[in-house]
């Protein structure tokens, strides 16, 4: 057991570290392509969306929107603007402010940012660090 603790503790320090480099294009992407997951299982209909919108009042919140090639539903934001700002900025969750630095709730690795983001997650060490 304790072997087993510290073998997650060394691998927790020893993990690389990731960093976010560049910058907020404000395409508001990020705010109208949002997947939610009810049961670890993407959102794929609106009938589940409204049943799952009774017990969870914050997907209130949001609207669909779309549907990606997955058959998941795309959701916006209704605090985004037209012109891709943020109604409520300074109380906008902690999700939101960590985006694009997000772990996928599947593999509990960082997802990577789209394309169209101005943002990408880099190891903060380089490649010759590790050699
Ligand atoms: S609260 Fe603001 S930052 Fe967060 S998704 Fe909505 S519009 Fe985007
Ligand atoms: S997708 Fe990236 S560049 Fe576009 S608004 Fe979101 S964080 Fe900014």
Redo the contacts with the bound molecule.
Sequence with gaps: MILKYLKFLFDKLTAPKYILKG?????????RNIVFFAYDKPIKSISQYEDLRTKNKRLNLFYPSGENDKGEILFTCKSLTPD?RCKHYFFRSMYCRK??MVKSLVSGKYLT??D????EIVSEKKFEDFL
């Design positions: 910058s907020c294009k404000k395409c508001g992407r990020c705010c891709n985006y694009p940012p789209p169209e983001c101005g943002y």
